[in-house]
């Protein structure tokens, strides 16, 4: 094959088709030290670890969440915590079916000449980070590549760095053991309208698919994690069906059939737009050979934040708002979404203009 | 769209999907007057333009063919030819419920400092006669680019040559109502096994629709015209099982769904064989959002060349043995051949010919 089939080719190509089952989706929970520090911040509560690990400790054991998830994004630190009755996150996550993931991209830094375009740094002892991760139980990883729409962007210097630097951190994973989400996330930021979206999109991931297959990667193990197909942040918003015809068609001229599930990530959507969107997608009577699913870190955590203001007497309806967006999910990977599990704080947007994390 | 919308978007993207019908397929009749002589010498008949234009006629107007079919590629002699009662053969395949295409390249020229390589010319006036043959009837193109498998082959001065001429080719073809079939062939000469092949059909693929992007092609309104993954021809044969599912993989890990049919090429596999081989890829149970169809020269037209030797009084012998191949041929498109074709003489005829050039 131009695929490498490496030992671990067998149990990447079930991860990433567990993954990919209808009517669960990803937990992006690996919000840096740094990030989550925000996060903490807009709620009043202090960065340090033992909160951190509360967060994380009232997510992972809300009742029934977990069977709406497939898998969940850890940052490093998240992977070796415990809950406070001492059992290992991972534990908890396995014990449900839900599979760790870790994130183990650097962050970007600016690409010299460019307009502030950007690179994604984590190449450095890269493969020993995964093996040690796989054995603390990992098996999946996910690397956020990030572009930008300009008058003359993204550059194609900018689309072949990040398109290259996906698929040697993708074919890395995969010596590894660990699926390998890719996420080429093209920013809303800007006044452009849908069409432009779709055209920067379906380029840049034509691009990314090319480097996966220069590079040997194999596509049946692992997942893409794109943006959706949306109006600029500075346009005006348009209805969840016309971001699902634009985002299906993208993806339908780009994505090959061998890749399993489309996990989208949410940008700067409010938690029920992303919900909508996403049904409106699977709604949509046109041939997808992948599975269309979430990948949400905001657009899951966001009211479930804001109800638990850091106090131990909220966790439970915390838990419960929790519980309440991943089974609206679910509900949208199946295209059955009814709408209405839209509290106030669910369509809050949760837009951040030029969004590290 | 990163694609562009030419005014012929939406014909393009409904004849393309319905060449693409299941049940359905291209006959390739797109020999080009040297080629076609040589099919007319191994039957002792002489290369003048009325032998060619009652060949054709023999083909056409079959009976029960042209339900089998969904296009025809002509060449462009064919194209302006008539019936011997004065009916232009447009129209008998329009009237058929065939779309009329049209072979637009001009056949290949060495890649200097190569071992042999090639790439394919055909650009120049492209548009022009493009819209000619669009005024014409002509609905679809055909544009072959040949690459080859050797120690150092396909290089990647090759593959990027004809990717590129490839998407230029439907691009612009686009602009003027034709549907592009893209036709990336990988020659079957060589002792390689069917893993190298499909190493090979991978990367050739995956530049192919990286060009495409690059220039603009509206996939919705195209086709690809593959070899199917097999072994070299000096290499032993495998099964159609086997050939299914490499052949099936290379496209899933390359062919994006909005391509909406593969009509493959049969090299210079057997009539039966290629019948065999399709017939088992459409019933592989996995992950096909395109259609799988046959575009087929040698390997719809070989037992029916045999049997009508030239003769007038053999015509129906001949119009039979077509038959016979279209209908099994429709019926691999679904999966439901169950290899009882009455075989014509050399349905089973291997038709490799080494380095083949038409």
Not at chain 1, 111 to 140: H, M, P, V, W
């Amino acid at each position: 094959m131009s695929a490498f089939v490496g030992k671990y080719a067998e149990e990447l190509i079930k991860n990433a088709k567990y993954i990919a089952t209808p009517g669960k989706g990803i937990l992006a929970a690996d919000e840096s030290t740094g990030t989550i520090g925000k996060r903490l911040s807009s709620i009043s509560v202090e960065n340090i670890e033992s909160n951190r690990q509360a967060l994380r400790q009232l997510l992972f054991t809300s009742p029934n969440a977990l069977s709406y998830l497939s898998g969940v994004i850890l940052f490093e630190e998240t992977l070796y915590q415990k809950t406070s009755d001492g059992k290992p996150f991972v534990e908890v996550l396995e014990e449900s079916n839900v599979i760790p993931g870790i994130k183990v991209d650097k962050g970007t830094v600016e690409i010299a000449g460019t307009n502030g375009e950007t690179t994604t740094q984590g190449f450095d002892s890269l493969g020993a980070r995964c093996q040690q991760y796989y054995k603390a139980g990992a098996r999946f990883a996910k690397w956020r590549s990030v572009l930008k729409i300009g008058p003359n962007e993204p550059s194609e210097l900018s689309i072949q760095q990040n398109a290259q630097g996906l698929a040697r951190y993708a074919i890395i994973c995969q010596e590894n053991g660990l699926v390998p989400i890719v996420e080429p996330e093209v920013l809303t930021d800007g006044p452009h309208d849908i069409q432009k979206c779709a055209a920067v999109t379906e380029t840049v991931l034509a691009a990314v698919y090319k480097a996966l297959n220069e590079h040997h990667v194999l596509l049946e193990g692992t997942l893409l994690k794109p943006n959706m197909v949306t109006p600029g942040s500075d346009s005006p918003k348009v209805a969840p069906e016309l971001v699902a015809q634009y985002t299906v068609t993208a993806l339908r001229r780009t994505v090959p059939p061998a890749v399993p599930g489309i996990v989208f990530l949410s940008g700067g959507q409010s938690e029920e737009e992303a919900t909508l969107n996403l049904d409106a997608m699977n709604k949509l009577e046109v041939l997808k050979p992948w599975t269309l699913s979430f990948s949400f870190g905001r657009a899951l955590q966001q009211s479930t934040l804001k109800t638990w203001g850091g106090k131990k007497e909220n966790v439970g309806k915390a838990q419960e708002a929790f519980l309440s967006r991943c089974k609206a999910n679910s509900e949208a990977t199946l295209g059955k979404y009814g709408g209405g599990s839209a509290g106030g704080l669910a369509s809050e947007s949760l837009f951040v203009k030029g969004y590290k994390y | 769209m990163s694609c562009f919308i030419s005014k012929y978007a939406d014909e393009l993207a409904k004849n393309a999907a319905y060449i693409g019908t299941p049940g359905k397929g291209i006959l390739a009749a797109d020999e080009s007057t040297g080629t076609i002589g040589k099919r007319l010498s191994s039957i002792n008949v002489e290369n003048i333009e009325e032998n060619r234009r009652a060949l054709r006629e023999l083909l056409f107007t079959a009976p029960g063919v042209l339900q089998y079919l969904s296009g025809v590629i002509l060449f462009e002699e064919t194209l302006y030819q008539k019936t011997a009662a004065g009916k232009p053969f447009v129209d008998v395949l329009k009237e058929g419920g065939v779309l009329p295409g049209i072979k637009v390249d001009k056949g290949t020229v060495e890649l200097n400092g190569t071992n042999g390589e090639t790439f394919t010319q055909g650009l120049d006036g492209l548009a022009q006669r493009c819209q000619k043959y669009y005024e014409a009837g002509a609905r679809f193109a055909k544009w072959r680019a040949v690459l080859k498998i050797g120690a150092n082959e396909p290089t990647e001065l090759a593959i990027q040559e004809n990717a590129n001429g490839l998407a230029m080719y439907a691009a612009i073809c686009q602009q003027c109502g034709l549907v592009p079939i893209v036709e990336p062939e990988i020659l079957v000469d060589g002792s390689h096994d069917i893993k190298k092949c499909a190493d090979v059909t991978e990367r050739v693929l995956a530049a192919c629709y990286k060009a495409l992007n690059d220039h603009h092609v509206m996939l919705e309104g195209t086709l690809l015209k593959p070899n199917m993954v097999t072994p070299g021809s000096e290499s032993p044969k495998v099964a159609p099982e086997v050939i299914a599912e490499y052949t099936v993989r290379a496209l899933q890990r390359t062919v994006p769904p909005a391509v909406p049919a593969i009509v493959f090429l049969s090299g210079g596999q057997s009539e039966e064989e290629a019948t065999l081989n399709l017939n088992a890829m459409n019933k592989l149970q996995t992950k096909k959002p395109w259609s799988l169809s046959f575009s087929f020269g040698r390997a719809l037209q070989q037992s029916t060349l045999k049997a009508w030797a030239g003769k007038e009084e053999n015509l129906k012998k001949a119009q039979d043995a077509l038959l016979v191949r279209c209908k099994a041929n429709s019926e691999a498109t679904l999966g439901t051949y169950k290899g009882d074709a009455k075989l014509g003489e050399g349905a089973a005829e291997s038709l490799h010919v080494s380095n083949y050039k038409y």
